[in-house]
C-alpha cells in the first residue's frame, strides 16, 4: 500500500490530508506543499507513515488560509502562522478551536474564519470550500471543488444550494468594498461556466419543434443562469440552442424565425433590460406552412422580470421550475 493510499484511508485518530484538504476548500496537493516547504504538517505521525491532523494542526492550515486569501504571500503567511502568538495579561492568546461542528449543529452549518467576510450564512459545507479557493484565485482546488460538487449533488442542487449562494455572496463582497474582489467574481464565474460544460452531456439532436432557445435580452450580460439551465436540458435529452449574451432584437427574431423553437427563454437580470413588449412580439410569432402555423412558447427568466410579468407567459421562479415547464412543453 502506498503512502498516498494510507494518507487517505480512515483508519486512526485525526483527519486524514484528503479530509483536512475537502474541509478548508484546497486540493490535498496543496496541504502536502504546505507541509513540505514551509513546514505545517501535522505534529505528530501514526503508524509512520499514516498522516493524522489534530484540531490544533487544521486550526493553523485554518490561519494559513485565511491570511492567503487576503493577498499575504504564502511564505510570509507561514511565517506568521508558525511565530508565537502575542501575549496578553492572562497568558498567551488560545489556539482557535476545531472545525468540528459544535454539538446539535449539522456538518453543513460549519462556521471558518477563513471566509467570514463573505456572511455565507447557514449553507453547505462545499459553499465553505469552494469561496475559500475563489479567495486565493486557487484554479486548481476551485475546478476540482466544483466538479465533486456537481457530481455528488446533480446540476440542478449544485446550483441551487452551492454555486449560487457562493456567487451571490462573492457579489455581496464586491458591491461592499468598492473595486475590491471584482477579480474573485470574475474568477469564480468563469471557472462555474467552465464546469459547467465539462460536467453537461452532449447535445441532444434536434427534434423538429421540440428545440429550447435561450438567450438573454439585449444589454443582458448574466448568462450563468442560462447556462446552468442549457446543462440541465441537455442533461434530460431536450434539444436546446443557447445563444449567450445580449442578443440584439433583429438577430433574437431571425434565431426563432430559423429554428423554430417549442420554447423560447428570455433571460434579465435587470429591470432595466427586460422588455415586456420585446417577449410579447416573439410570443406572437408564426412560422410554418398556411394552415398549420407554429408559435413558440416564451418564458420570461429571471429577477428582471419582477414587475415586467407578461400576462399568459409562464415566468418559472427557479432552476427547477423552469426544467419542469420546458419537459410539459416539449413533445416527448
Given at each position: ?11 486512526g485518530g485525526g483527519l486524514t490530508t484528503g ?100 456572511r455565507l450564512g447557514d449553507v453547505r459545507q ?204 416539449v413533445p416527448g
Amino acid at each position: 500500500m502506498t503512502a498516498d493510499r494510507n494518507d487517505e484511508d480512515g483508519r486512526g485518530g485525526g483527519l486524514t490530508t484528503g479530509e483536512v484538504a475537502r474541509r478548508l476548500g484546497v486540493a490535498p496537493t496543496t496541504v502536502r506543499t504546505w507541509d513540505r516547504r514551509y513546514g505545517l504538517g501535522p505534529d505528530a505521525h501514526t503508524g509512520g507513515t499514516h498522516r493524522r491532523w489534530t484540531p490544533a494542526d487544521v486550526a493553523r492550515l485554518e490561519r494559513m488560509c485565511a491570511l492567503t486569501a487576503t493577498g499575504v504571500p504564502p511564505a510570509e503567511a507561514a511565517r506568521m502562522v508558525k511565530s508565537p502568538e502575542p501575549p496578553t495579561p492572562d497568558g498567551p492568546v488560545p489556539v482557535a478551536p476545531p472545525i468540528a461542528a459544535p454539538p446539535g449543529r449539522p456538518a453543513a452549518s460549519r462556521r471558518s474564519r477563513a471566509h467570514a467576510g463573505l456572511r455565507l450564512g447557514d449553507v453547505r459545507q462545499e459553499c465553505k470550500g469552494i469561496a475559500r479557493a475563489a479567495l486565493r484565485l486557487d484554479a486548481a482546488a476551485l475546478e476540482d471543488l466544483l466538479a465533486t460538487a456537481i457530481e455528488a449533488h446533480g446540476l440542478i442542487t449544485a446550483w441551487t444550494e452551492v454555486l449560487m449562494p457562493t456567487l451571490q455572496a462573492v457579489g455581496r463582497k464586491w458591491e461592499n468594498s468598492g473595486e475590491r474582489y471584482v477579480e474573485v467574481e470574475h474568477f469564480l464565474s468563469w471557472h462555474v461556466s467552465g464546469a459547467l460544460r465539462r460536467c453537461a452531456p452532449p447535445v441532444a439532436a434536434d427534434r423538429p419543434g421540440a428545440t429550447t432557445m435561450l438567450a438573454c435580452v439585449p444589454g443582458e450580460n448574466h448568462t450563468l443562469p442560462l447556462e446552468v439551465l442549457a446543462a440541465a436540458l441537455a442533461e434530460r435529452q431536450l434539444p436546446v440552442r443557447m445563444f449567450g449574451a445580449a442578443l440584439p432584437v433583429d438577430s433574437l427574431v431571425a434565431a426563432v424565425r430559423r429554428t423554430g423553437p417549442a420554447v423560447v427563454g428570455l433571460w434579465a437580470q435587470s429591470r432595466t433590460t427586460a422588455s415586456r413588449p420585446l417577449a410579447e412580439h416573439v410570443a406572437a410569432m408564426e412560422w410554418g406552412v398556411r394552415g398549420a402555423r407554429r408559435k413558440a412558447v416564451v418564458m420570461t427568466l429571471g429577477p428582471g422580470w419582477a414587475g415586467h410579468a407578461v400576462p399568459g407567459l409562464p415566468r418559472p421562479r427557479g432552476l427547477a421550475e423552469a426544467v419542469a415547464a420546458v419537459e410539459s412543453l416539449v413533445p416527448g
